[in-house]
């Protein structure tokens, strides 16, 4: 069974600081991989997705996330954070083409600090 | 383009009672998925519709169903409510195709007491 795994419940940074996010995840077969950042009460907005390609992945809000298929890894980066980036971020696997059925990880808090 | 649509968003049920969500997907989308999200468990799958048909299944128990229209609104049903039910339920539609991602909706709250 597929599976994944954020090993950072919480990461605080301050603003305009770097951030990598760190996400593993099991699965046999070719994955496919998202980023989703939820805030507080709302939905999952999608950061990234990588399916196949070029496994330097660019998404929203300045947001780039690496697929390295050797160590099980799809970490999300982003150069300068924003104090508005704070959220809770999720990355997710799914075994088909498609998203209609994934499977989370646990989540990273982000604080930012002024 | 309306995004996908939640009713209601907040809801508050009593031990024993049964409750009704709505999901109103992206125009287009025929894929339904909702997810249960509580902060012991995280995000997990309940179910998937696609066409009116329930086509994947999370390890939920029975007291968990839903059901999709021809319109491809969708609708999950919990009966018998436990105080563990208490959760954020978010629906996600999916439009068809490889490499599509999922779209989600901002849930509803529901409080079991």
Known sequence: ?114 | KAGVTQTPRYLIKTRGQQVTLSCSPISGHRSVSWYQQTPGQGLQFLFEYFSETQRNKGNFPGRFSGRQFSNSRSEMNVSTLELGDSALYLCASTPLGSGTEAFFGQGTRLTVV
């Not at chain 1, 996400?23 to 980023?35: E, K, M, R, V």
């Not at chain 1, 805030?39 to 999952?44: I, K, N, R, T, W």
């Not at chain 1, 929203?60 to 924003?82: C, D, M, T, Y």
């Open chain 1, 1 to 114: 069974a597929q599976s994944v795994t954020q090993p950072d419940i919480h990461i605080t940074v301050s603003e305009g600081a770097s951030l990598e996010l760190r996400c593993n995840y099991s699965y046999g077969a070719t994955p496919y991989l998202f980023w989703y950042v939820q805030s507080p009460g709302q939905g999952l907005q999608l950061l990234l997705k990588y399916f196949s390609g070029d496994t330097l992945v660019q998404g929203i809000k300045g947001f780039e996330a690496e697929f390295k298929r050797s160590q099980s890894s799809f970490n999300l980066r982003k150069p300068s954070v924003h104090w508005s980036d704070a959220a809770e971020y999720f990355c997710a696997v799914s075994s088909s083409g498609s998203a209609r059925q994934l499977t989370f990880g646990s989540g990273t808090q982000l604080t930012v600090l002024p």
